[in-house]
């Protein structure tokens, strides 16, 4: 729509004022699987994470990697790694169990497979007081510096293919109609590339959607496997989504 539209060009002169930080162009980038979507999946308050820690590792080796997507590390797979927060929005990440400081970066920590593994890469982000915590895709930790006093977050998003993404949808069991789970597959599907192309809700929070029901439910992959008719249904609806009047129709539900 033209308010849509309008919308998105303020996003985007923000980003060109400097207002907000601009997410990665490659959410366009087309595949099998579709663009990929960034999901904020939970987050934490800059001073627990000085007293604690962000708990990660994957069943395949990844890297650990800055903001703008340099290397800094490579991790073993089924090897943990940890996160503290120090403070002036630095994190110290160091393996786990350990005192031995792997690198300090700021404002933003990635975690990601390398390209051969990037299919059938797993993260365990041990997330607390839940049983979801394993998803597809890559991770980051982010922190928002917010314009609000004792708003500051540091989220952890998840940023996976859009057809992942449905896969792990938490709305529905899959327990229904085949016909009626294709249906809400799609549109999940719908909503989440509507999303990315047109939402800034999160924008300064460095994702498009959020794992609740303020967006999508989002459980991810433990979501996946014990629920597989929903990625069966996905799996045939794959790449379908609603038009109307040659757009790309928001689809909200109940």
Do not use: C
Not at 92 to 102: A, D, K, L, M, R
Not at 163 to 187: C, D, F, K, L, Q
Request: glycine share 8%; aromatic share 14%.
């Amino acid at each position: 729509t033209e308010e849509n539209r309008l919308g998105y060009e303020r996003y985007r002169k923000a980003i060109a004022d400097g207002l907000v930080v601009a997410p990665e162009e490659d959410t366009e980038d087309l595949s099998a699987l579709g663009p990929e979507i960034t999901v904020g999946i939970f987050n934490y308050l800059p001073a627990d994470l000085k007293l604690t820690s962000f708990s990660i590792e994957s069943n395949v080796p990844f890297r650990v990697l800055d903001r703008e997507g340099r290397v800094k590390a490579t991790i073993a797979a089924d090897t943990k790694v940890r996160v503290k927060y120090l403070g002036d929005k630095n994190f110290n990440v160091y393996y786990s169990g350990t005192n031995v400081q792997i690198t300090t970066l700021n404002r933003e920590v990635r975690f990601s497979a390398a390209e051969e593994y990037k299919d059938r890469v797993v993260f365990d982000v041990s997330r607390p007081n839940s049983t979801f915590d394993h998803f597809r895709g890559s991770i980051r930790l982010r922190f928002y510096d917010s314009p609000e006093a004792d708003m500051d977050r540091i989220w952890v998003i998840n940023k996976l293919p859009l057809e992942h993404y449905v896969w792990g949808m938490g709305e529905i069991t899959g327990t229904g109609p085949e016909s009626y789970n294709r249906v809400m597959t799609t549109i999940f599907r719908t909503y989440g590339f509507w999303k990315i192309q047109w939402s800034t809700k999160y924008a300064a929070q460095g994702f498009k959607v959020d794992a609740t029901s303020g967006s999508q439910i989002y459980y991810g992959y433990d979501w996946e496997t014990t629920h597989s008719r929903i990625r069966n249904a996905a799996e045939v609806s794959r790449g379908t989504l609603v038009f109307y009047d040659g757009e790309v129709a928001l689809t909200p539900y109940s």
